[in-house]
């Protein structure tokens, strides 16, 4: 049984109880964990209740050197029993906690790892000389990042943290006496550890499992969007002048098909549009000298007005979509364009995929394979990096996003009995012969049982939970490899 420490607004402590009638710790990864508990009543532990603010569970059982902290949101008493519900503090101060500017380092151009800058938002914490930056990743596995907002909470800030480098978070706290005297912020390229030395019979030691896939929100290519620049250009002569006339409507392809261009009337290699097909366009940029035509589809995709039948629109309004690079002329000497990866050039095997020159989106073919379009043409969604302004960076930490996006969400909830002392993010392996399904899974959730931690429950859910097609198709195992690298 877990001792429960309650400590009141000051997070002094109070009193410790050793028995609780139920209890389970919702231990999560990059979200809130959660506390769920029933201690008997006594006129002890009914002053206790009310007087306490929060409770600190010990990360292993009866060791309260390290300790997760909850707020208490909800209690109630009956005779019998004291129920009360808590929410991780530090997620609750992270969310009201607001840092003025983050400031970043002359020698890395204004960049910072990810222990520099928490450096930065301890000090905005509550109880700030007591926040230490824990365990993180050296600074030669990842690259550092910008982080120029301001008048921003620690909560967005870490999440742009997660979002940029896929790091996992762990918020603890250390008691000396009756007092919270550390409290520590680890980071971690991966929580948990390989468990190759656990081994499961499904008849015995699984109670039941739920295997989910959900094959909505796949994108097989990526393009990606940077900050956007203003440059001053000179204005060209009249004969070659290039003006941006708004034309809104549709436009409908009369040919077997039309070729699409860039701005700068540079084909797209094997991309076209089909006969009889309606896009949408907002305007067209003509020559002056010779009055000749393109029709803008997309942010950057143009196609001549020989090609295509206009029809003019009826709402003035209408908006083209992001799908390919953009470059928006502002007319005059300054051109705003958004930073894209259309130039940078990726080749196999020194890159984790091809990526030919003049291509505005990066793609996974053997996902596109499996989960694009049934004519074989991968399913495009569009990221922005509205901080980036290095191509060949943006093209790597677009690869980083589509490699998330690329397969089903897999997801397997599995009940097990007696699972013994497994910790959030281990890797552990199984084989579901009742539903047919090969399991390399990761722990992303622990019901942790307060009072028999043999009787937690978990739930593992990953990109790589494998039906035995997927796994002789080896698209997760190709995946998995490049995340490893890449990360």
């Not at 699984?206 to 295997?211: D, F, N, Q």
């Given at each position: 049984m877990t001792l429960l420490y309650f400590l009141d607004e000051t997070q002094s402590l109070l009193g410790i109880v050793d028995r609780q009638l139920s209890g389970t710790e919702k231990i999560q990864i990059n979200k809130a964990n959660e506390l769920d508990c029933s201690i008997p009543f006594s006129k002890r532990n009914s002053e206790l209740a009310q007087k306490s603010r929060y409770v600190a569970v010990p990360t292993y059982a009866n060791d309260p050197d390290f300790a997760h902290l909850y707020s208490i949101t909800t209690f109630d008493m009956t005779v019998s029993e004291i129920n009360f519900?808590?929410?991780?503090?530090?997620?609750?101060?992270?969310?009201?906690?607001?840092?003025?500017?983050?400031?970043?380092?002359?020698?890395?151009?204004?960049?910072?790892?990810?222990?520099?800058?928490?450096d930065q938002l301890i000090y905005a914490l509550p109880n700030e000389k007591t926040w230490i930056v824990g365990v993180t990743p050296d600074h030669d596995e990842y690259e550092p990042q910008s982080f120029d907002d301001e008048d921003v909470t620690v909560s967005s800030v870490l999440s742009k943290a997660v979002e940029d480098w896929g790091f996992e978070f762990d918020f603890v706290y250390q008691f000396q006496g009756n007092t919270i005297t550390k409290r520590a912020i680890n980071v971690y390229k991966q929580l948990g550890e390989d468990r190759t030395d656990l081994h499961f019979?499904?008849?015995?030691?699984?109670?039941?499992?739920?295997?989910?896939?959900?094959r909505s929100g796949i994108y097989t290519a990526l393009v990606g969007y940077g900050a956007t620049l203003k440059i001053e250009e000179p204005d060209a002569p009249v004969s070659d002048q290039w003006n941006d006339v708004p034309s809104p409507g549709t436009v409908k392809v009369n040919k077997t098909f039309a070729i699409l261009y860039t701005r700068e009337l540079v084909p797209y290699t094997g991309r076209r549009l089909g006969q009889d097909s309606e896009w949408r366009t907002d305007m067209y940029m003509e020559k002056a000298s010779t009055h000749e035509k393109y029709y803008r589809v997309s942010t950057n995709q143009y196609v001549n007005y020989i090609d295509v039948d206009f029809t003019a629109a009826q709402d003035d309004n209408e908006i083209i979509t992001d799908e390919d690079n953009s470059t928006t002329s502002t007319g005059g000497t300054t051109t705003e364009r958004i930073v894209d990866f259309t130039q940078v050039e990726w080749t196999s095997p020194e890159a984790p995929v091809n990526k030919p020159k003049g291509q505005g989106y990066v793609e996974v073919p053997s996902a596109t394979a499996s989960y694009g379009y049934s004519d074989g043409s991968p399913r495009i969604g569009v990221v922005t990096f509205d901080d980036e302004v290095l191509s060949s960076r943006l093209l790597s930490r677009t690869y980083m996003k589509l490699l998330t996006m690329?397969?089903?969400?897999?997801?397997?909830?599995?009940?097990?009995?007696?699972?013994?002392?497994?910790?959030?993010?281990?890797?552990?392996?199984?084989?579901?012969?009742?539903?047919?399904?090969?399991?390399?899974?990761?722990?992303?959730?622990i019901n942790?049982?307060?009072?028999?931690?043999?009787?937690?429950?978990?739930?593992?859910?990953?990109?790589?939970?494998l039906t035995p097609e997927a796994r002789q198709s080896g698209i997760e195992d190709m995946i998995r490899t490049r995340i490893k690298k890449y990360s």
């Open positions: 519900k808590g929410f991780e503090t530090m997620y609750e101060d992270m969310t009201a906690t607001w840092v003025g500017k983050i400031w970043g380092k002359d020698d890395t151009a204004g960049l910072l790892y990810v222990d520099e800058l928490l019979d499904v008849r015995k030691d699984l109670t039941g499992s739920k295997y989910t896939e959900d690329c397969t089903p969400k897999r997801k397997l909830e599995t009940s097990f009995n007696q699972i013994g002392t497994v910790g959030i993010g281990d890797t552990i392996y199984l084989y579901d012969e009742r539903l047919d399904v090969y399991v390399e899974e990761r722990i992303t959730e942790r049982n307060l009072l028999n931690i043999h009787n937690s429950t978990v739930v593992a859910g990953s990109t790589f939970a």
